[in-house]
């Protein structure tokens, strides 16, 4: 991976010093080389971690006839695919020069033949055009600024700022949406002015100065209802296979994240396969507390499948150390404890390896998260008029004890409005009418997510969180934690033909007689011990619950209620207040809540306080 950026302006040259603090900001995207090229109104910067064809394929590129200028951050995995069918006169051996090579013959729907994970700028000299392309799934992020001196844009929000020089300011429609998903939706992001490219989508910028933002692709409908399951596990096998293959494309080592979970121990098990004798890296993370600690079933798995398996220990006093750089590195606020842990998880891999794969996408792909068992709940519970089934979810919600966590999710949910807030609720630390009372007013109407359509309501569900929870939490921020430690992440799952197959499917083959998932795990049976197979689910955890009522206790209390702080500024001090005192009693566990305040609040500090300062002193 790499880290990008630019600029086209309305009028006059873009500004090289600008450009030079953009490359400065995402050299840790790319420690092996930086470069930046100024032309007129246009200009581009390119951080480089080298992956494929190592010596070679610099950036920014042009074509041979100069009529394309491209800086690219990712792979295309079928890049030597489509290179045979290119009349090109070559000078690499890299992927970027086939993207060039096929802009140059095809134009910008070319990108619609990559395979791969990707954000692409590209300028069409000809046509004096910026196209912004994002890839699929989102695995990688593109951000610009739109205004009227023109178009920045970077691989990360820190590079816009940095190349315009102007202290952030906050987007205060943006807060509802955070509460709501411990991330922004996109297009939007908690900073004003700065909007965040859709996944699958492709944006574009005439001599007009008009922008426009296009989806070139969007997962398939349903195609068969009657499929045979035996076959479809073959298939769902051969597919899987073929993914993992894919992303092994690469000129430097390559480890995996091995969990002990299902879908990161299915990935290396398949990936030793593929390699045969050669070595297999793997890496997993613990906190030192039985109650969520995987260690023991990822060197089960690292034992049955014969990985060199490494191991890293987080602590409490990591999460104060890291958190304000490893904020600044997200440019938003740390939306899962787990990312700190994730982080150090990278800087270990760094050590062995420049790439590793990962699970993401399993559970939105076939239907791995408990929620899906009671997707059919929902449209039940709305047989119930809204009022007073949320009335009765109130009343229930306040006496079920701390211990029942996750039946307090579900209550949540399956009391929620409309379908849509259903959605949106099983992953939400407030429900809409506590967010009001934080904030005070009601979301701007535009800001509202759609129901997504489907064949039923565990369809509508996977559609909802392939569109919503998977790019704008678990992708993003594996994307930062990664790259913090200049190391790059692919997740097969999420490769795009894996996809369209899987969201072919019928329900009933993700979720079956019960068993989530059941799909995968079918196919998971053919490599890992059943114990893998069948284990419940835990998830990447870290013991928040304990640390809020003793190390970070005081810390919790004085960021959010202190008088200088900015969430006890912009939403309700006093209900704040009650959180916390909630979670101190012991009666509720409100730990995920106390974690999106505290994120919030240090993102402040670190990215619009700290960064105005910084502003403010140069």
């Given at each position: 991976?790499?880290?990008?950026?630019?600029?086209?302006?309305?009028?006059?040259?873009?500004?090289?010093?600008?450009?030079?603090?953009?490359?400065?900001?995402?050299?840790?995207?790319?420690?092996?080389?930086?470069?930046?090229?100024?032309?007129?109104?246009?200009?581009?910067?390119?951080?480089?971690?080298?992956?494929?064809?190592?010596?070679?394929?610099?950036?920014?590129?042009?074509?041979?006839?100069?009529?394309?200028?491209?800086?690219?951050?990712?792979?295309?995995?079928?890049?030597?695919?489509?290179?045979?069918?290119?009349?090109?006169?070559?000078?690499?051996?890299?992927?970027?020069?086939?993207?060039?090579?096929?802009?140059?013959?095809?134009?910008?729907?070319?990108?619609?033949?990559?395979?791969?994970?990707?954000?692409?700028?590209?300028?069409?000299?000809?046509?004096?055009?910026?196209?912004?392309?994002?890839?699929?799934?989102?695995?990688?992020?593109?951000?610009?600024?739109?205004?009227?001196?023109?178009?920045?844009?970077?691989?990360?929000?820190?590079?816009?700022?940095?190349?315009?020089?102007?202290?952030?300011?906050?987007?205060?429609?943006?807060?509802?949406?955070?509460?709501?998903?411990?991330?922004?939706?996109?297009?939007?992001?908690?900073?004003?002015?700065?909007?965040?490219?859709?996944?699958?989508?492709?944006?574009?910028?005439?001599?007009?100065?008009?922008?426009?933002?296009?989806?070139?692709?969007?997962?398939?409908?349903?195609?068969?209802?009657?499929?045979?399951?035996?076959?479809?596990?073959?298939?769902?096998?051969?597919?899987?296979?073929?993914?993992?293959?894919?992303?092994?494309?690469?000129?430097?080592?390559?480890?995996?994240?091995?969990?002990?979970?299902?879908?990161?121990?299915?990935?290396?098990?398949?990936?030793?396969?593929?390699?045969?004798?050669?070595?297999?890296?793997?890496?997993?993370?613990?906190?030192?507390?039985?109650?969520?600690?995987?260690?023991?079933?990822?060197?089960?798995?690292?034992?049955?499948?014969?990985?060199?398996?490494?191991?890293?220990?987080?602590?409490?006093?990591?999460?104060?150390?890291?958190?304000?750089?490893?904020?600044?590195?997200?440019?938003?606020?740390?939306?899962?404890?787990?990312?700190?842990?994730?982080?150090?998880?990278?800087?270990?891999?760094?050590?062995?390896?420049?790439?590793?794969?990962?699970?993401?996408?399993?559970?939105?792909?076939?239907?791995?998260?408990?929620?899906?068992?009671?997707?059919?709940?929902?449209?039940?519970?709305?047989?119930?008029?809204?009022?007073?089934?949320?009335?009765?979810?109130?009343?229930?919600?306040?006496?079920?004890?701390?211990?029942?966590?996750?039946?307090?999710?579900?209550?949540?949910?399956?009391?929620?409005g409309s379908e849509v807030n259903q959605l949106g609720t099983w992953f939400a630390p407030f429900t809409a009418a506590?967010?009001?009372?934080?904030?005070?007013?009601?979301?701007?109407?535009?800001?509202?997510?759609?129901?997504?359509?489907?064949?039923?309501?565990?369809?509508?569900?996977?559609?909802?969180?392939?569109?919503?929870?998977?790019?704008?939490?678990?992708?993003?921020?594996?994307?930062?934690?990664?790259?913090?430690?200049?190391?790059?992440?692919?997740?097969?799952?999420?490769?795009?033909?894996?996809?369209?197959?899987?969201?072919?499917?019928?329900?009933?083959?993700?979720?079956?007689?019960?068993?989530?998932?059941?799909?995968?795990?079918?196919?998971?049976?053919?490599?890992?011990?059943?114990?893998?197979?069948?284990?419940?689910?835990?998830?990447?955890?870290?013991?928040?619950?304990?640390?809020?009522?003793?190390?970070?206790?005081?810390?919790?209390?004085?960021?959010?209620?202190?008088?200088?702080?900015?969430?006890?500024?912009?939403?309700?001090?006093?209900?704040?207040?009650?959180?916390?005192?909630?979670?101190?009693?012991?009666?509720?566990?409100?730990?995920?809540?106390?974690?999106?305040?505290?994120?919030?609040?240090?993102?402040?500090?670190?990215?619009?306080?700290?960064?105005?300062?910084?502003?403010?002193?140069?």
């Amino acid at each position: 991976m790499c880290g990008i950026g630019g600029v086209l302006t309305r009028r006059g040259p873009a500004s090289a010093s600008g450009l030079e603090r953009m490359t400065h900001s995402l050299r840790h995207r790319g420690p092996d080389e930086s470069s930046t090229w100024v032309e007129d109104r246009l200009g581009l910067t390119h951080t480089r971690l080298s992956i494929i064809d190592l010596a070679a394929s610099h950036q920014p590129m042009h074509a041979v006839d100069r009529s394309w200028s491209v800086v690219f951050n990712g792979e295309i995995f079928n890049y030597r695919e489509l290179r045979e069918d290119l009349d090109y006169p070559f000078r690499t051996e890299g992927d970027t020069e086939v993207l060039v090579a096929g802009l140059v013959r095809h134009g910008i729907r070319f990108v619609e033949r990559l395979r791969g994970q990707f954000s692409i700028a590209a300028y069409d000299h000809t046509g004096r055009t910026l196209h912004l392309v994002r890839d699929r799934l989102g695995v990688l992020p593109l951000y610009y600024r739109l205004d009227h001196r023109g178009i920045v844009f970077g691989s990360e929000i820190k590079a816009i700022h940095a190349y315009l020089a102007e202290p952030p300011e906050v987007d205060p429609d943006s807060l509802d949406g955070y509460l709501a998903g411990r991330s922004v939706p996109a297009p939007f992001t908690l900073f004003a002015g700065v909007s965040k490219l859709p996944p699958g989508h492709r944006a574009e910028i005439g001599e007009s100065g008009e922008l426009r933002v296009d989806r070139y692709w969007a997962p398939p409908s349903v195609r068969a209802t009657d499929l045979d399951p035996a076959t479809t596990v073959d298939e769902a096998d051969r597919r899987i296979r073929d993914a993992v293959q894919a992303a092994l494309v690469a000129d430097v080592p390559v480890g995996s994240y091995l969990s002990g979970g299902v879908d990161s121990s299915l990935i290396v098990a398949v990936m030793k396969e593929l390699r045969g004798t050669a070595p297999v890296d793997t890496f997993a993370a613990g906190f030192g507390d039985p109650r969520v600690d995987e260690l023991n079933w990822a060197q089960l798995v690292s034992d049955r499948v014969g990985t060199r398996h490494h191991q890293v220990e987080v602590r409490a006093e990591d999460f104060l150390a890291l958190w304000p750089s490893l904020t600044w590195h997200r440019d938003a606020p740390i939306s899962e404890p787990a990312d700190i842990a994730v982080f150090r998880l990278a800087q270990t891999a760094r050590q062995h390896v420049k790439v590793v794969l990962s699970g993401e996408g399993g559970d939105e792909l076939f239907g791995g998260y408990p929620k899906y068992r009671f997707a059919s709940w929902g449209g039940r519970a709305r047989w119930v008029p809204a009022g007073p089934r949320q009335a009765v979810g109130r009343f229930l919600e306040a006496r079920l004890p701390a211990s029942m966590g996750r039946h307090r999710i579900a209550l949540r949910a399956l009391t929620a409005g409309s379908e849509v807030n259903q959605l949106g609720t099983w992953f939400a630390p407030f429900t809409a009418a506590e967010r009001r009372e934080l904030i005070g007013r009601d979301p701007a109407p535009e800001r509202a997510r759609q129901l997504p359509d489907g064949t039923d309501e565990i369809d509508r569900m996977l559609r909802y969180d392939l569109a919503s929870w998977l790019p704008d939490n678990l992708l993003e921020r594996g994307d930062r934690m990664t790259m913090a430690a200049s190391l790059e992440l692919r997740p097969p799952l999420l490769d795009h033909r894996l996809v369209e197959f899987a969201f072919g499917l019928p329900s009933n083959l993700k979720v079956r007689r019960g068993v989530p998932k059941w799909l995968l795990k079918e196919v998971a049976r053919r490599y890992l011990p059943e114990e893998i197979v069948t284990r419940r689910k835990v998830g990447f955890r870290v013991p928040l619950d304990s640390w809020f009522r003793t190390g970070l206790r005081e810390t919790a209390r004085d960021r959010l209620t202190g008088p200088g702080s900015f969430v006890g500024s912009v939403l309700d001090r006093h209900a704040v207040s009650r959180l916390l005192d909630r979670h101190e009693g012991g009666g509720h566990d409100e730990e995920i809540r106390i974690w999106t305040l505290l994120s919030l609040e240090v993102w402040h500090e670190v990215c619009v306080d700290g960064w105005a300062k910084e502003w403010r002193a140069a």
